[in-house]
């Protein structure tokens, strides 16, 4: 741990790489796993061409997933002290894999959200955007002012990743001196294949996981097997 501080504290193009793991200790699910979202719903209604075919039943599943949970969610240590990370200025920011947006919450400024946001909206017919807030889910599915259908800005199965996070993304991994891996399985592509990238271009891998992960045995430099409030109220402390 001493020697992971140490890392953390000497860095000056750091980057975080988050997955559902540090959102677990607000309240929201994860997607896979024990307790995993899909272990209960079928994953279907988030699929492109579900969504176009049956945008009232995809609506329907979302609010009750997606819109309430993770509208009501509140950051945790682990969020704050990322943020705190980067306002010291050895980090450059986050890629996260969440569409909760609790980052920002936490007072994170370059967060690129990998598979996109449920806080922003458009319209599928003219493009039109909405802040969610600002967006009534008492009817469903929700129309834009064109009469046009809804959608949450977030990746959908079947849908790409929006290419200027992707590049975004790309570059900070490479970029990165030290890159602290939190809360994935690396499972997911392509984002999984971040790290991977960071490692390519030397960075250190710190990585922090209740369970081992795909990078635990080969790519990361360090490994703490326990939350992300554990490890991160710690190197508050440290800090």
Known sequence: MDEAIKRIKNARRGVVFTGAGVSVESGIPPFTGAGGLWNQYDPKFIELDFFYGHPTRSWQEMKKIF?????????????RVIAQLEKRGGFQGV????????????????VQEFHGTIHQMHCIACGRKYKTEEVSLDELPPKCFCGGVLKPDFVFYGEGINPAVYTASQELAEEADVMLVVGTAGQVMPACSLPLLAKQFGATIIEVNTLPSAYTDG??????????T??????????
């Open 95 to 110: 890629i996260t894999q969440n569409i909760d947006g609790l980052h920002q919450k936490a007072g994170s400024k370059n």
């Open 230 to 239: 554990e490890f991160f109220s710690k190197l508050e402390q440290a800090l």
């Open 219 to 228: 790519v990361s430099d360090f490994f703490f097997q326990e939350k992300a």
């Open 67 to 79: 819109f309430t949970c993770m509208d009501e969610a509140q950051p945790n240590k682990a969020h």
